[in-house]
């Protein structure tokens, strides 16, 4: 009976360690054990089947098959939210965190990607009127560990905010809403990046540097706060 | 004598020539003023996957893209990441296999139009609509609806029967005969990519067959539940929570934009569109 209890303490205090680092008035989106609540989108040109995993507690994202990419999406819309979610990139490879994201992946995108513009503010599938870069990033990114990011996105027109290990990075408001139908809300997406075609095409180019072989994103603590409940 | 001969034996090239160019190209037009072109029977290869890899000299080339370059230019895979990229892709090639298209079947020239759904259904559901956009392809229509269009039709017009092409008569009018996957340079000639908006309809080149805007501007429906695999299966499912959807649409690109992509609905939905099949 006692290494039950002992077993079943070590789980408690295993899963509110998990929970815990969400910040107060967060809702988890992800809950450690595995992908309820999101699905992979089938109409992205990033691949229509993903390889997104849960490991020992982490949303793993790791190419499989060979050069396919996918993009993970929350089952739920959001208009105006703030975002809280912890990474952990491999480097080489090309991955990004999607916000307001449509079905087939059109996106603002937070890049992540190292070494390169993590935290900048990017288009995804669509041209977006505004980016942003992250600045200061040699003294806040802590290298090969878990860093935090907090999103924030609001308006019609958006407003979007990032932090990165609580530090302001940029604030950006665009001058227009740029997405096709002009969205006002969107799913939260994770992408693992193609690197290779079905098969090699004169005249085409693939993507080698985008996905190291057995390269992988790690994401967890991901909770998000619904501004347009308020 | 020899004169008579002669003539007989050029009529004869003439007309055979005819039924030959005929056979395959021969388009007729419906009471809603639908074009669709018949297609002949034949084979292709569905689901060859081998993914390229390259040597590390490649990736050096390729350092002009500015997501490689954001990356460090000339960096490519060190002799470790090489091997596992050979490894990987070999492991994951799959040869594909034989799909045998054994009837003669029309497929519609181009994608179902806000004109024809509106004779065919009295009602347009179409995300990008206006006075003038009768030529512009139907869109935010579920597999459902897409149902209903071909049932309203074939009530219609009572004696030919109209469907939704399977995925493999879709893939094979739309590899109009090549065996391989598509250069990026034609898909871009051929496909309503990377706009905010969808085309008029033929606006772009036609494929080997005359079909238009098979790849692009907005993703077509097909008859076949999703198997959720990157291609489909030899015997496609008999059900499922998804149904297929081929050729990508304007928010594509080089990509997805080719007639292997095998996807799924619901997608967009102000993307998502038709093309139709009337049997021989």
Redesign the interface.
């Known amino acids: 009976m006692k290494i039950p209890y002992i077993l079943f303490i070590c789980i408690s205090l295993k899963a509110s360690l998990v929970f815990a680092q969400i910040p107060e008035g967060f809702v988890p989106l992800f809950n450690g054990q595995d992908l309820d609540g999101w699905h992979i989108s089938r109409t992205s040109h990033q691949g229509t089947t993903g390889n997104f995993y849960v490991d020992n507690g982490v949303l793993t994202a790791k190419q499989n098959p060979f050069g396919q990419g996918s993009v993970l999406l929350t089952d739920k819309k959001y208009a105006d939210f703030e975002l809280y979610i912890e990474a952990k990139i491999d480097s080489f490879c090309n991955g990004g965190i999607f916000i307001r994201s449509t079905e087939s992946a059109q996106a603002y995108q937070i890049e992540l990607i190292l070494p390169g513009k993590t935290g900048a503010l990017l288009g995804e599938a669509m041209q977006i009127s505004q980016s942003a870069d992250a600045r200061d990033m040699e003294r806040v990114w802590k290298a090969d560990d878990w860093n935090s990011f907090r999103i924030r996105m609001t308006g019609a027109i958006p407003t979007i905010t990032l932090w990165i290990n609580d530090v302001m990075m940029w604030e950006v408001t665009q001058p227009k809403n740029d997405f096709t139908a002009g969205a006002v809300s969107g799913m939260i997406g994770l992408q693992l990046h193609w690197s290779a075609t079905y098969q090699a095409l004169p005249g085409g180019f693939n993507m080698p540097g985008a996905w190291r072989p057995e390269g992988a994103h790690r994401f967890r603590n991901i909770g998000i706060k619904n501004l347009s409940e308020k | 004598m020899i004169n008579i001969t002669s003539r007989i034996i050029v009529v004869l090239i003439i007309s055979t020539a005819t039924i030959f160019s005929a056979w395959g190209q021969k388009t007729i037009t419906n009471s809603i003023g639908m074009e669709l072109i018949l297609i002949a029977p034949g084979n292709m290869m569905v689901g ?7 040597v590390p000299e ?2 050096v080339k ?1 350092a002009k ?1 500015p ?2 370059m ?3 230019e000339g ?3 060190s002799t470790r ?1 090489f091997e ?2 050979r490894q ?2 070999t ?2 090639s799959k040869p594909g296999f034989k799909v045998a298209i054994k009837r003669p079947y029309y497929i519609g020239k181009y994608e179902v139009t806000q004109g024809q759904w509106k004779k065919v259904m009295g009602s347009n559901p179409s ?2 609509k206006s006075d003038d956009t009768d030529d512009l392809p139907v869109e935010s229509i579920t597999w459902d609806q897409a149902q209903a269009f071909v049932a309203a039709l074939n009530k219609m017009e009572k004696t030919r029967r109209y469907r939704l092409p399977t995925e493999f008569e879709w893939e094979y009018a739309a590899r109009s005969g090549r065996t ?7 898909i871009q000639k051929s496909a309503n990519l990377n706009k ?2 969808t085309l008029r309809v033929g606006e772009m080149a036609p494929n080997a067959w005359g079909l238009y805007d098979v790849l692009g501007n907005v ?1 077509e429906w097909v008859e076949d539940y ?1 198997n ?3 291609f489909a299966d030899p015997v496609p499912k008999k059900n499922g929570n ?1 149904h297929v ?1 081929k050729g ?2 304007f ?6 934009a ?1 007639y ?12 998502i569109g038709l093309r139709i099949l009337m049997e021989k």
Do not use: C
């Open positions: 060859e996957f081998k993914p390229p890899y390259v490649d990736t390729d893209h997501i490689i954001a990356m460090g960096r490519g895979y990441e596992l990229a990987m892709a492991a994951d995300t990008f391989g996957d598509i250069p990026w340079p034609e905010k908006t993703w999703y959720e695999k990157m998804q959807l990508a649409s928010t594509g690109d080089v990509k997805n080719t292997m992509t095998h996807a799924a609905g619901p997608g967009n939905g102000w993307d």
